[in-house]
Structure formats: structure tokens, C-alpha cells
T-cell receptor, first 108, second 112 residues
Framework: AQRVTQPEKLLSVFKGAPVELKCNYSYSGSPELFWYVQYSRQRLQLLLRHISRESIKGFTADLNKGETSFHLKKPFAQEEDSAMYYCALGGSQGNLIFGKGTKLSVKP | NAGVTQTPKFRILKIGQSMTLQCTQDMNHNYMYWYRQDPGMGLKLIYYSVGAGITDKGEVPNGYNVSRSTTEDFPLRLELAAPSQTSVYFC???????????FGEGSWLTVV
């Protein structure tokens, strides 16, 4: 079965602290993984995808096939990083299979 | 710079009423999707389309219908609204199966 698990509903950190949003997936085959972000009152937008290996807004994510994980990390959180973060898996139908999301709250 | 546009943004329906959520994109994308998001849950795929004239069911299609007569438009129809259809609906599109998916702003629907 194709599935994405984000174990934390809410993650609260202080500004300047490191942050890691967890994502685990279940997929037989070569997965295509994404992180989408939804800032307050804005639409969902792509943050990064594993095949591009980019660092966007200081965030990185490494695909670990052995642990079937794609955790999102940032060494120093900023207040503007507060948002809902969704991990997503490219499904066999060409759609995205989403996790339930993690709300990141960065306190001053 | 319109991207994916959904209307209406908010709607309250009575049980048994029908309505259509409109979705249009101006990026000439082949793929279009409808997702619903229930509180505390991830997005679930309702229907998708890989091109004009072609539609297919997603994970949660019951109670909905779609059509894709043009590349730009992908309306979602609710025939007999039920309280279980209270949700936030997102339309999305992508150029190909592996490209970035772009989302609309969402439509908040309440069925009472």
C-alpha cells in the first residue's frame, strides 16, 4: 500500500533552534517524494522535491530508502517558517499521496 | 499570473442540494486533480484527469462527479450533498505526471 506518515501533528520550537519534521513512507518501487508548505491564508505550494536535492529557504530533506524516510530539516528556524508542512509521495496514478501534515510553530 | 482558480471560496449547502465547484487553470496543464481535506487529515484524491475528455476516480470518489471538456476547466459536481461532504476542496494541476503540482486556494464547503 502507498502511504505517507507524519507522526507529529504539531511541532513547536524557538527561533534559532534546529527543526526536523518527520516523514515516513510506504511504497514498493522507486519513490518520488515532496514537501509542500501552506502558510497562513495561502495556497499549498511546493517546498522541495527529493530529486532536485535543493535547499529551499534553508530547508533540506534527504531520502533514506533504508529507513523509508524523507525528513525535513532546517538548522535555525525562523518565525516566518511557521506553517503547515505536508509530506507527499508521487502515486502510481500520477497524483500525490499526502501525509496528515505537521503544524510548525516557531516562537520568538 | 492566475495559475489555478477555484470558485466559490465559501459555500453553505443544505442536505440534498446540488452544486458545482469550478476550477480553471491557465498553464496549459494536462493533469488536473480534485482533493478534499478534512480537519486534521491529509488531502485525499477525489478525481483526476490526464487530459480533456479523460477522467478517473481517485481514493474517495463517492458522491461526486467530474467532467473535463476543455484543457482549462475541471468542475466538481456534488449531486446530493451530505454532511460527510463538509470539507475543504482543493483543485490542482500539473503539466505531466512527474511535474510540480500547483494548487488552487481551496473552497470551504459546509453541508448542514
Amino acid at each position: 500500500a502507498q502511504r505517507v506518515t507524519q507522526p507529529e501533528k504539531l511541532l513547536s520550537v524557538f527561533k534559532g533552534a534546529p527543526v526536523e519534521l518527520k516523514c515516513n513512507y510506504s511504497y514498493s518501487g522507486s519513490p518520488e517524494l515532496f514537501w509542500y508548505v501552506q502558510y497562513s491564508r495561502q495556497r499549498l505550494q511546493l517546498l522541495l522535491r527529493h530529486i532536485s536535492r535543493e535547499s529551499i529557504k534553508g530547508f533540506t530533506a534527504d531520502l533514506n530508502k533504508g529507513e523509508t524516510s524523507f525528513h525535513l530539516k532546517k538548522p535555525f528556524a525562523q518565525e516566518e517558517d511557521s506553517a503547515m508542512y505536508y509530506c507527499a509521495l508521487g502515486g502510481s496514478q500520477g497524483n500525490l499521496i499526502f501525509g496528515k501534515g505537521t503544524k510548525l510553530s516557531v516562537k520568538p | 499570473n492566475a495559475g489555478v482558480t477555484q470558485t466559490p471560496k465559501f459555500r453553505i449547502l443544505k442536505i440534498g442540494q446540488s452544486m458545482t465547484l469550478q476550477c480553471t487553470q491557465d498553464m496549459n496543464h494536462n493533469y488536473m486533480y480534485w482533493y478534499r481535506q478534512d480537519p486534521g487529515m491529509g488531502l485525499k484524491l477525489i478525481y483526476y484527469s490526464v487530459g480533456a475528455g479523460i477522467t478517473d476516480k481517485g481514493e474517495v470518489p463517492n458522491g461526486y462527479n467530474v467532467s473535463r471538456s476543455t484543457t482549462e476547466d475541471f468542475p466538481l459536481r456534488l449531486e446530493l450533498a451530505a454532511p460527510s461532504q463538509t470539507s475543504v476542496y482543493f483543485c490542482a494541476s500539473s503539466y505531466t505526471q512527474t511535474n510540480t503540482i500547483y494548487f488552487g486556494e481551496g473552497s470551504w464547503l459546509t453541508v448542514v
